[in-house]
């Protein structure tokens, strides 16, 4: 069943247009990977989503409801949560920031949630005390997964999970994921990283603020376009 539909999606800052007719589809249970080079549109085409940046043409639907006019408070609240690059707050303990991302949760669904995620982060739980700033990097962005999973999003928007990660951190990253759309998590990813299409069910080329090529994950790895962008063949 669809539960995020765009039909000819336009955007941009401004008077500067990016993204020029998006025709985009994410069924419940389903990753999908939004694969492009730098500044092809992908983080403009997430904002627009969650509501940050206007579309100024097309539509937007969750769950055949309408979203594009409702402020990002209001598609929150029907269960989209976007994770941005940046992610935690470093002043802030590991269990704040978790609770911060379930802030509209009651304190016992909030510890009842934790618990899961410590089970799938062990590296948090050992340190849920500490401030974020103490981790590294991968973990980090293991603290962002976390806080963005502990409000259960019926949809999921990640920008470049792997952004500012060591490889080694990457793979990490990956089997965090892994594990969470096992639990039935419905992901919508921006990456440039090719590590990620392993995660997909279907994707998207974005180049230029336009769909270059759309496919399953198995059709996006034998293409010509994607083996041209990532892997340099
Ligand atoms: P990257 O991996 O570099 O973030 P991307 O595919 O996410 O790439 P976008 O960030 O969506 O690309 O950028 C698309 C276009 O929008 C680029 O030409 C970029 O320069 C422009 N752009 C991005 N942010 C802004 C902004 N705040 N104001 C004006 N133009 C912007």
Same mark, same amino acid.
């Given at each position: 069943m669809t539960l995020l539909s765009l039909q000819g999606v336009e955007s941009g800052y401004g008077p500067m247009q990016v993204l020029w007719g998006i025709d985009l589809e994410v069924n419940r249970g389903e990753t999908v990977i939004l694969l492009g080079a730098n500044s092809a549109g992908k983080t403009t085409l997430l904002r627009t989503i969650i509501g940050l940046l206007p579309c100024t043409k097309g539509s937007i639907a969750l769950e055949g409801e309408p979203i594009a006019s409702l402020p990002p408070d209001q598609r929150i609240r029907r269960g989209i949560a976007f994770m941005s690059e #940046?992610?935690?707050?470093?002043? #802030?303990?590991i269990e704040e920031n978790i609770r911060l991302g379930g802030y509209f949760l009651s304190s016992s669904e909030v510890r009842r949630r934790s618990a899961r995620l410590y089970d799938l982060f062990p590296a948090l739980a050992e340190r849920k005390r500490e401030p974020a700033s103490s981790l590294s990097g991968g973990q980090r962005k293991m603290l962002g997964i976390a806080k963005v999973l502990v409000s259960e999003p019926k949809l999921l928007l990640m920008d470049e999970p792997s952004s500012g990660l060591a490889p080694v951190f990457v793979k990490q990253v990956v089997e965090v994921l892994r594990k969470a759309i096992t639990g039935g998590m419905t992901l919508l990813i921006a990456e440039q990283n090719v590590a990620f299409l392993a995660l997909a069910d279907r994707g998207y080329l974005i180049d230029g603020g336009r769909v270059r090529l759309t496919g399953t994950r198995a059709e996006l790895e034998a293409s010509d376009a994607v083996h041209e962008a990532y892997f340099g063949l």
């Amino acid at each position: 069943m669809t539960l995020l539909s765009l039909q000819g999606v336009e955007s941009g800052y401004g008077p500067m247009q990016v993204l020029w007719g998006i025709d985009l589809e994410v069924n419940r249970g389903e990753t999908v990977i939004l694969l492009g080079a730098n500044s092809a549109g992908k983080t403009t085409l997430l904002r627009t989503i969650i509501g940050l940046l206007p579309c100024t043409k097309g539509s937007i639907a969750l769950e055949g409801e309408p979203i594009a006019s409702l402020p990002p408070d209001q598609r929150i609240r029907r269960g989209i949560a976007f994770m941005s690059e #940046l992610g935690v707050f470093p002043s #802030l303990t590991i269990e704040e920031n978790i609770r911060l991302g379930g802030y509209f949760l009651s304190s016992s669904e909030v510890r009842r949630r934790s618990a899961r995620l410590y089970d799938l982060f062990p590296a948090l739980a050992e340190r849920k005390r500490e401030p974020a700033s103490s981790l590294s990097g991968g973990q980090r962005k293991m603290l962002g997964i976390a806080k963005v999973l502990v409000s259960e999003p019926k949809l999921l928007l990640m920008d470049e999970p792997s952004s500012g990660l060591a490889p080694v951190f990457v793979k990490q990253v990956v089997e965090v994921l892994r594990k969470a759309i096992t639990g039935g998590m419905t992901l919508l990813i921006a990456e440039q990283n090719v590590a990620f299409l392993a995660l997909a069910d279907r994707g998207y080329l974005i180049d230029g603020g336009r769909v270059r090529l759309t496919g399953t994950r198995a059709e996006l790895e034998a293409s010509d376009a994607v083996h041209e962008a990532y892997f340099g063949l």
